[in-house]
């Protein structure tokens, strides 16, 4: 039975406890050739904090007599640079941090943290420093630079760890707007104060070296004077598997797994193509070979199939769903509301000359409704977004990377169009009554009634199929029993909307779904909005271009449902067009 750690970043529990670990430590190396204040972006829960406290057990003169237990069987234990086990450590955990309150009650609480974090450096190295240090209780970080200034009287240095650096800000952002953003990070702000302390304290004062980790580079931006000491390797092709999992790794645990539940060679085969199809791994480098999976979602799976010898119900882990204020934040940029409903449709990825290392939130709202660059950084660096391919042009093609990702975004949009209970249950149920017996009249009743009257005469007038397209995937998207597949390539085509059965689900009687949306315009109909309106169902289906319409869905959309039943073994499709 293989442990698996998941939610567990303690790197010493991990090893000597036995559990599932991928080993990263030969990067340690590369990492102290690359400079001695690093920062590193990656999506919430990939694995960074693991890696923040693989450094601090490596590093930590504390430590020093477990680092054969620990790393004599990891690579950088069998090849261990001079530096191991030569640094006092200092982690500073920012999404520790409150978040709401006044300003005064924030800064609070951040000092107290730090000041927490000191206190715990006071006892763990107090038979190496020469006298403890004194914990001030004023709004300042006096306790740090006294702990420097001892430190400096030692015959070690300080290896300062900071995880999660832009969490506590990019929360208060969310929740409090702009203006306790900017009290945060501007140029009196106490997180400008604390930045400028540290690049300070690196002047051959006893800070030695720094290693920071969080998701975007707005804030690191934004306090740009207190933090121009910071080297981003985020982008750099050598440390793109320095957290997650490859692809390769993920099927060697799943075929160990398969073999204990006496799943064999398709029962295998079905469980990877779900974990391709829902957590698809992320690139972040155009050279990048092996896409990266998220670690959280893989250990989340992983462990229910092992456990049950099934998929994990539901497939999303919710601890990875950014809560609404962050979505909100993301649909409030100029352009980024429309450029997710695009992306989420399927068929329109982002281009950009370039991904950008260093911008500010003045200009991300600023510039993005002008350039893409900076919207398409920050989507990327959150995980919204992953890198597909350069294309002729030589730009960076960008999309939605997974179905997590996907489905995300689809519930805030049904949120947003059914914020009542009652509106989202009878969505619920014209839905079943698709899903389980082929019949799709309420749901088109359904938009009609409900959806189309909070669209604005000027909506209506610019709707198009992926309009539609997208109302249709908002309420039909349910991961509990389907793979929903929207402009899935084919050698013949893209379905608009395919909804397939997953296979640990086929024996329920429901169905396996393929839309196809058509638009006609009323310039096409050749008729005034007004003449359209007094037309009833039974007289627009009987209009020649209507029936042409309905006639060439119809025969796209069985093409499709017959390559995807040769695809996905599937063994019966509803074929449908609208």
């Avoid at 590093?59 to 990891?74: I, M, N, R, S």
């Avoid at 992320?282 to 979602?297: A, G």
Wanted: charged share 25%; net charge negative; proline share 3%.
């Amino acid at each position: 039975m293989i442990k698996f750690a998941y939610g567990v970043s303690d790197f010493h529990s991990i090893i000597s406890e036995n559990y599932f670990y991928v080993d990263r430590t030969q990067y340690i190396n590369n990492i102290e050739e690359m400079g001695k204040s690093l920062l590193f972006l990656r999506p919430r829960r990939f694995g960074k904090s693991l890696w923040l406290n693989t450094l601090a057990n490596y590093y930590d003169v504390a430590k020093e007599k477990d680092f054969e237990k620990l790393f004599g069987h990891l690579a950088i234990g069998k090849n261990p640079t001079p530096l191991h086990n030569k640094y006092f450590i200092l982690e500073w955990d920012f999404s520790c941090f409150r978040t709401y309150g006044t300003l005064k009650e924030i800064e609070r609480s951040v000092l107290e943290s730090i000041n927490s974090s000191i206190n715990r450096f006071n006892i763990k190295y107090s038979y190496l420093l020469p006298k403890q240090i004194n914990i001030s209780e004023s709004i300042n970080i006096s306790s740090f630079e006294e702990l420097v200034a001892i430190v400096g009287q030692t015959q070690y240095r300080l290896y300062l760890l900071i995880d999660e650096y832009d969490n506590f800000t990019n929360e208060v952002l969310a929740s409090q707007g702009h203006k306790r953003y900017e009290e945060l990070v501007g140029s009196d702000s106490l997180l400008k104060y604390i930045f400028r302390e540290v690049k300070s304290a690196t002047r051959g004062m006893g800070l030695d070296r720094v290693f920071a980790t969080g998701v975007t580079p707005v804030v690191m931006s934004d306090i740009t004077s207190g933090a121009n000491i910071f080297t981003n390797i985020s982008l750099e092709l050598e440390f793109t598997k320095l957290c997650g999992f490859t692809e390769t790794e993920v099927t060697e645990v799943l075929s160990s797994i398969c073999e204990k539940c006496q799943v064999y060679e398709q029962g295998f085969n079905e469980a990877l193509n779900l974990i391709r199809t829902w957590y698809n791994g992320y690139k972040f480098h155009l050279e990048q070979e092996d896409k990266i999976y998220n670690p959280t979602l893989c250990l989340y799976f992983l462990r229910s199939f092992q456990k049950y010898c099934k998929y994990p119900t539901p497939i999303l882990d919710t601890n990875l769903s950014p809560d609404e204020d962050k979505l909100e934040y993301i649909q409030s940029i100029p352009g980024g509301e429309q450029l997710l409903l695009d992306l989420i449709q399927g068929d329109v990825q982002v281009s950009v000359s370039q991904l950008s290392d260093k911008f500010g939130l003045k200009v991300m709202h600023s510039q993005s409704a002008k350039d893409r660059i900076f919207l398409a950084s920050f989507l990327w660096y959150s995980g919204v977004l992953s890198i597909i391919k350069q294309n002729e042009e030589g730009k960076i093609v960008l999309n939605i990377p997974n179905l997590v990702i996907h489905r995300l975004y689809i519930e805030r949009i049904k949120n947003n169009l059914l914020p009542s209970p009652l509106s989202r249950d009878d969505a619920l149920d014209a839905a079943e009554k698709l899903c389980n017996k082929g019949e799709m009249g309420d749901l088109c009743f359904f938009i009609e009634k409900s959806i189309f009257p909070i669209f604005s005469n000027r909506d209506l007038r610019h709707a198009n199929e992926l309009t539609i397209k997208t109302l249709f995937i908002a309420l039909l998207f349910n991961d509990n029993f389907y793979l929903m597949m929207s402009e899935r390539e084919h050698h013949k085509g893209y379905p608009d909307l395919a909804m397939v059965v997953r296979p640990d689900c086929r024996k329920f009687k429901i169905l396996d779904i393929v839309i196809e949306f058509k638009h006609i315009s009323i310039k096409d109909l050749g008729m005034t909005a007004e003449t359209l309106r007094q037309k009833d169902e039974k007289e627009l289906r009987g209009l020649d271009i209507v029936k042409q319409k309905f006639s060439d869905a119809k025969i796209q959309a069985l093409r499709y449902a017959n390559d995807l039943s040769k695809e996905l073994t599937i063994l019966a499709s509803n074929i449908f067009s609208s």
